[in-house]
Each structure stands twice: as C-alpha cells, then as structure tokens.
C-alpha cells in the first residue's frame, strides 16, 4: 500500500494567487481529514469528509478556503485568493473508521509558502 | 482555554532515562487518546491509543490516562537519541475527528 499520497509536496506562490493542494487517500478509507500546521497554532483540523460528505468544515478560516472531494479516492483543498498568513505544511489524513483505533494516517504533507 | 494543552519543551532527557510527556484535555466527554510522534519535517505518525483508566504498555511506551484529572502521560523508558521528535497528544470523542495539542519537542542527549 502507498499510503496517503499528496502532491505538491513543495509549493511557492504569490500573494493572490489560487493555490490546489491534492490528496489520495488510502483505499477502502472512508475518512478524509486535512489539517494545517504551523508553529505557532500547532496542528489544526480544517474539515473532515465521511464517504466523499463533508461532515464538519468548522476548521476552514474563511471564504478563501475550499476543500472538495469528488469520489473515494481523490480530494483537493483550494485557496483563493492566497495570502501569505496561509504559508504553512498542509497534511491530508484518511482512516478506515471501523479499525476501533481511529488511527490516522498521514500523508507527507504540503510546504505551502505564500510570498 | 485551550482543548488540549502540552508543555512545548523542550524536554531534554539523557540516553537511557525515563522521558514523561504530559497532556491535559478539557472535553470530559473525550473518549479516545492519542499519542503521535513527529520527526523534523515528517508527518505524524501514531504510537499509541488508549481508551481506559490505567497504563497500557507496549514495549519501552506507556501510555496513562487519569480521566477524572482529564490528564494523560506517555512514558518513554529508555531513551534512545531516536526517540528525539515532537510528541502530539490528540483526544476524540464519538466522531473521528482528533483536536491536537501543540506538542512537546523531546531531546535526548548522549
């Protein structure tokens, strides 16, 4: 199994800028998080899907911040316009739900830096 | 107050010491506990869970959760330089989603 994949791994924009970060998530998963860390607030839930649905969105910061995800093995999380407050590493991370753990497994992450 | 709280560190312990790593939530309604550690520049990866009042071990990790204090501990036996990471606590409650703390960078010198 290849994990969690995300890509960019590594992304450099500018201010306004529309950012599209993508994440596979591990097959038979029925659960999507993506979070977003940073130094100084730690790791933060963005939003979380069950079954493809977005079940809670509370984390999203603005208007700015969308995430979709179009079927069971595909999500994206989107910024427009970008600001350079957003630079951070984004993680996406998936987990079965049924395993009893709700052990989540994280993809690498993405370095998103906003100039 | 924040959901959950840790001691940012660092936590400078010496090889083949005893590492405690605290954690304190504030949700009493928080039934699952996760301790995940995370490399410089890596993602987090899990170490252990744990549901239940007591210790649960496994291997040189403890695990300990005090749920009337709303407190749980991760006990590292001896420390390996290895063992060098940030540790994440992170509670849930009924759904699957986890609050993190902020963790606690932990050193171990030679």
């Known amino acids: 199994d290849a994990g969690v994949i995300q890509s960019p791994r590594h992304e450099v924009t500018e201010m306004g800028q529309e950012v599209t970060l993508r994440c596979k998530p591990i097959?038979?998963?029925?659960?999507l998080f993506w979070y977003r860390q940073t130094m100084m607030r730690g790791l933060e839930l963005l939003i979380y899907f069950n079954n493809n649905v977005p079940i809670d969105d509370s984390g999203m910061p603005e208007d700015r911040f969308s995430a979709k995800m179009p079927n069971a093995s595909f999500s994206t999380l989107k910024i427009q316009p970008s600001e350079p407050r957003d630079s951070a590493v984004y993680f996406c991370a998936s987990t079965p739900g049924t395993s009893g753990s709700n052990e989540q497994f994280f993809g690498p992450g993405t370095r998103l830096t906003v100039l | 107050q924040k959901e959950v709280e840790q001691n940012s560190g660092p936590l400078s312990v010496p090889e083949g010491a005893i590492a405690s790593l605290n954690c304190t939530y504030s949700d009493r309604g928080s039934q699952s506990f996760f301790w995940y550690r995370q490399y410089s520049g890596k993602s987090p990866e899990l170490i252990m869970f744990?549901?239940?009042?007591g210790d649960k071990e496994d291997g040189r990790f403890t695990a300990q959760l005090n749920k009337a204090s709303q407190y749980v501990s991760l006990l590292i036996r001896d420390s390996q330089p290895s063992d060098s990471a940030t540790y994440l606590c992170?509670?849930?409650?009924?759904?699957?989603?986890?609050?993190f703390g902020t963790g606690t960078r932990l050193q171990v010198t030679l």
């Open positions: 992170a509670v849930t409650g009924t759904a699957s989603k986890l609050t």
């Open positions: 744990i549901y239940s009042n």
């Open positions: 097959s038979g998963h029925d659960y």
